[in-house]
């Protein structure tokens, strides 16, 4: 009896599985893939960033990743009411135009795809107007160095384990500024960057509290010492010493 239920399981799982498979390839059967259209045209799987309007609070702010596969993973916050980052995770549709997507939320949400943007829609699929417009774009998130919270996540090949304070760096275009937190201590100094992602950091000026039980500060610092050159997309920082062998990986946190 055990087995039979076990197989049953297997069966209805490998059913869903299949008919998943089935429905995303009936939403690309049922568009002209051969017209020139934003699903077929535009460079559009990636992430995108924007701060929607907020009647009770600073702005929702708003992550989307679209992947190739028709999966899409939304993340919101909502500063000055709450720090806390919700996230969702479904399937999206394009519509038969192959020009607009409805994500599978339970607010089916509805974008417009443009070239790196993505126009957050009304119920009805219509474009917002008025002085707020330009609230419900969407920008791609772009491939460089500053302007983003770069959080350590691996250090010489280890994973970062979560604490109180987190580790992460700042990189300025001003003066080539950059600043963080070594997970204990404060610091900031200069970069330079020359051809072929080579880089080079000063020597930097830190705070001094004594971090009793901290392990990760020492060989964190050490990285900035070591390091020549980095690797990066517009997720990924990974900074790597002469023999381009991995020192320390971080992450892009939209919501810090």
Known sequence: MKTQNIILILFMAFVGFV????????????????????????DWPGTYLGILPCADCEG???????????????????????????????????DENGSKITLDNTEKQIYLVGENRLFHLDKHGGRITGGLAGKYIFEKEKTELTGKYWKLVRLNG???????????????????????????????????????????????AMTKMACIGNNIESGFMKVFEKTTSYSLTSNELILQDEYETSLAKFESDFFK
Not at 162 to 184: D, Q, T
Request: proline share 3%; glycine share 4%.
């Open 158 to 204: 280890k994973l970062v384990e979560p604490s109180e304070r987190e580790a992460f760096l700042k990189f300025e275009a001003e003066e080539n500024r950059v600043h963080g937190n070594s997970s204990c201590n404060m610091f900031n100094g200069k970069y330079e960057l020359a051809e072929g992602n080579r880089i080079k950091f000063s020597p930097f």
């Open 60 to 94: 929702i702010k708003t992550r989307i990743v679209l992947y190739k596969d028709l999966n899409y993973v939304l993340e919101t916050q909502y500063p000055g009411k709450d720090e806390k980052v919700f996230q969702t995770k479904g399937i999206f549709k394009w």
């Open 19 to 42: 008919s998943c498979k089935s429905t995303k390839k009936a939403q690309f059967s049922e568009i002209n893939t051969t017209a020139d259209n934003s699903m077929t045209s535009i």
